[in-house]
């Protein structure tokens, strides 16, 4: 299994990014965003259920940020907009294959300049 992550980058607070996670290897029930700040535990940022039936955020990213998944083309993206500094971290993508089997990619950094 393999989940290569990629869009990350700097952008002044007020932008956006989009960001992308390409996965191969097997199919998953359910797929997801992580991020870590420095000195902070891993947090989810989205998750995509069951090919796109349910989706939940946190609280924080609510309203800004948008889950999806293109199953055709076995990838998951994260649209941010209204980006924020404390929106700063490392982003991780995470699927769960329906052995539930986690997986994850290597992490993409965002910086979010005030």
């Known amino acids: 299994v393999q989940l290569v992550e990629s869009g990350g980058g700097l952008v002044q607070a007020g932008g956006s990014l989009r960001l992308s996670c390409a996965a191969s290897g097997s199919t998953f029930n359910a797929m997801g965003w992580y991020r870590q700040a420095p000195g902070k535990q891993r947090e989810l940022v989205a998750a995509?259920?069951?090919?796109?039936?349910?989706?939940n955020y946190a609280d924080s990213v609510k309203g800004r940020f948008t889950i999806s998944r293109d199953n055709a083309k076995s990838t998951m993206y994260l649209q941010m907009n209204s980006l924020k500094p404390e929106d700063t971290a490392v982003y991780y993508c995470h699927a769960r294959d329906w052995g539930y089997q986690n997986y994850w990619g290597q992490g993409t950094q965002v910086t979010v300049s005030s």
């Open positions: 995509i259920i069951s090919g796109g039936i349910s989706t």
